[in-house]
C-alpha cells in the first residue's frame, strides 16, 4: 500500500476528572490525532499518548508535531509498505520520540488490517473475543475519597484496582484499603517516586499481598530495580523502564521486573509491543496493557492488542464513559462486568465519529 495523505488534528477534550500521579496532575487531555490516507482514499487513525508536559517522559503534543511533520511523514509518505511491520524500519534513522512514532504506525495498522477486512486484533495475530481489565484510580486528597472510588470500581465489575502511591501516600492507605477490601486484587503504581534509599518502606509494602508494584524506581532504571525486587516480595512491574524489546530483554536477564506494563506509545508501536509480547510468553513474564488516559481512537488500538495470548493480566483499559462525556469513537468503548467485547469489525472497529472530532479539533494540517 501506499500513504497518499496525512492529517495531523491536535484535539482537545475535557477530561471528566483530574487525574493525579506522583510526577502531577493531569487537567484537560490535548493530543495527536493522525489520519494516514491509502490510495483509495481509505483511512487509518492513530492517536499519539503524549501530554502537553513532559512528564512521564520527554515527550510532548509539541515534540510529537515537530518529529510527525518534519520526519516522520517524509519517512513514510508516497513509500510503498508492504506491510505495517517494516514502518519501525524506514523510521529507525530517527531516534527515540516513540510516541510520535507508534502514532503513524498505528494509522498503518489500522488502514492495514481495513484493507484485509480483518479485525486489527486479528491481523495483529490475537485470538479472544473479550478481554479482561481493571482501572486505574489516581492519588485523592483523602483515603475517603479514594475508599468510595474503589467501591464504585468493584460495582462497576472491574476486575482488579490500582491506586497510584508515593512516599507518605502509601503505607497508611494500603492499610485502610486492605482493611475494607482483605481480598480485592490490588497493585500500586509510583511513577518513579521511590529511590533505593526508601527500602525499608518498600519491603513495609509486601505485608498489603498487593499483586505488583508498579514502576517504584527511576524512570530509567533496571539496575536498582533488580536490587530491589531480590530484597521485596511483591513482584515489580516495569512501566517507564521499558521502551523496546531490548530494553525488555535485558530488565528480564537482570532480574529487574516479573511483569512488563506494555504501553504501545511508550514502545513505538504496535509491532515492537508484539515482539515484547512475544518475549515475555518465552521468559515467563507476565503482561499487561498500560494506558495513557486515551481517547477512542488509542482506546480501540489497546483493545486490539490485548487479545494476544500473553496479556494475562487485566489492563487499564477501562470505559470511554469513565473519562469522556462523549467519545470520539463510535460505539463507544464498554465494560460489562470487567470485560470488553473485541469489536470483530474490520481495522480498530469503531468508527471514527468525525462531528465530534471537527468540534474538539483546535487545529489541523494536512500532508500530501
Ligand atoms: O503510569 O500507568 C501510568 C496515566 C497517565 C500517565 C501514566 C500512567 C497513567 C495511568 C492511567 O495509570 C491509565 C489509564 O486509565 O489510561
Ligand atoms: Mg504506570
Same mark, same amino acid.
Not at 251 to 273: F, M
Not at 298 to 303: L, S, Y
Given at each position: ?12 477534550? *475535557? ?34 499518548? !503524549? ?45 527515540? *520520540? ?20 480483518? %479485525?486489527?486484533?486479528? !491481523? ?17 486528597? *483523602? ?47 509510583a *511513577?518513579s517516586?521511590y529511590r533505593l534509599?526508601?527500602i525499608?518502606?518498600l519491603? !513495609? ?7 505488583m508494584i508498579e514502576q517504584p524506581l527511576a524512570s530509567d532504571d533496571i539496575i536498582d530495580h533488580a536490587v530491589l525486587q531480590k530484597q521485596i516480595k511483591t513482584p515489580i512491574c516495569l512501566d517507564e523502564s521499558i521502551l523496546s524489546y531490548e530494553d525488555a530483554r535485558k530488565a528480564i536477564e537482570l532480574g529487574s521486573c516479573k511483569i512488563i506494563n506494555i ?9 515492537? !509491543?508484539?515482539?515484547i509480547?512475544?518475549l515475555c510468553?518465552?521468559k515467563g513474564i507476565g503482561v ?42 463510535? %460505539? ?10 473485541? %469489536? ?25
Amino acid at each position: 500500500m501506499q500513504i497518499k495523505e496525512v492529517v495531523l488534528r491536535h484535539l482537545k477534550m *475535557n477530561m471528566k476528572f483530574d487525574f493525579t500521579t506522583s510526577f502531577g496532575t493531569i487537567r484537560d487531555k490535548e493530543f495527536i490525532l493522525v489520519e494516514a490516507k491509502d490510495e483509495y482514499g481509505m483511512s487509518g487513525w492513530g492517536e499519539s499518548v !503524549a501530554f502537553i508536559a513532559p512528564w512521564y517522559n520527554e515527550e510532548t503534543l509539541k515534540t510529537n508535531w515537530h518529529v510527525l511533520e518534519d520526519f516522520l511523514i517524509p519517512s513514510i509518505l508516497h513509500k510503498h509498505v508492504e506491510h505495517p511491520d517494516i514502518v519501525n524500519e524506514m523510521l529507525l534513522g530517527i531516534r527515540k *520520540n516513540n510516541m510520535a512514532k507508534a502514532a503513524i504506525e498505528g494509522a498503518v495498522w489500522d488502514l492495514y488490517a481495513k484493507r484485509l477486512g480483518q %479485525p486489527l486484533a486479528t !491481523a495483529l495475530g490475537g485470538q479472544k473475543k473479550e478481554i479482561e481489565v481493571g482501572i486505574s484510580i489516581g492519588i485523592q486528597k *483523602n483515603t475517603t475519597d479514594l475508599i468510595s472510588l474503589i467501591e464504585k470500581a468493584i460495582n462497576e465489575g472491574y476486575k482488579r484496582i490500582k491506586i497510584k502511591i508515593k512516599p507518605g501516600k502509601d503505607i497508611e492507605i494500603l492499610k485502610e484499603i486492605r482493611n475494607h477490601f482483605p481480598t480485592l486484587p490490588l497493585m500500586a503504581d509510583a *511513577n518513579s517516586a521511590y529511590r533505593l534509599d526508601d527500602i525499608e518502606r518498600l519491603k !513495609a509494602l509486601d505485608e498489603f499481598k498487593l499483586m505488583m508494584i508498579e514502576q517504584p524506581l527511576a524512570s530509567d532504571d533496571i539496575i536498582d530495580h533488580a536490587v530491589l525486587q531480590k530484597q521485596i516480595k511483591t513482584p515489580i512491574c516495569l512501566d517507564e523502564s521499558i521502551l523496546s524489546y531490548e530494553d525488555a530483554r535485558k530488565a528480564i536477564e537482570l532480574g529487574s521486573c516479573k511483569i512488563i506494563n506494555i504501553k504501545i506509545g511508550r514502545v513505538g508501536g504496535l509491532t515492537e !509491543a508484539k515482539r515484547i509480547h512475544d518475549l515475555c510468553l518465552e521468559k515467563g513474564i507476565g503482561v499487561w496493557c498500560g494506558g495513557m488516559l486515551e481517547a477512542g481512537v488509542g482506546r480501540a488500538h489497546n483493545v486490539a492488542l490485548t487479545t494476544l495470548s500473553n496479556f494475562s493480566l487485566p489492563g487499564d483499559t477501562a470505559a470511554s464513559s469513565r473519562y469522556w462525556e462523549k467519545d470520539i469513537i463510535s %460505539p463507544e468503548v464498554t465494560v460489562h462486568n470487567g470485560m470488553i467485547t473485541v %469489536p470483530d469489525r474490520p481495522g480498530i472497529g469503531y468508527d471514527i465519529d468525525i462531528n465530534a472530532v471537527n468540534e474538539l479539533t483546535v487545529f489541523e494540517k494536512l500532508y500530501k
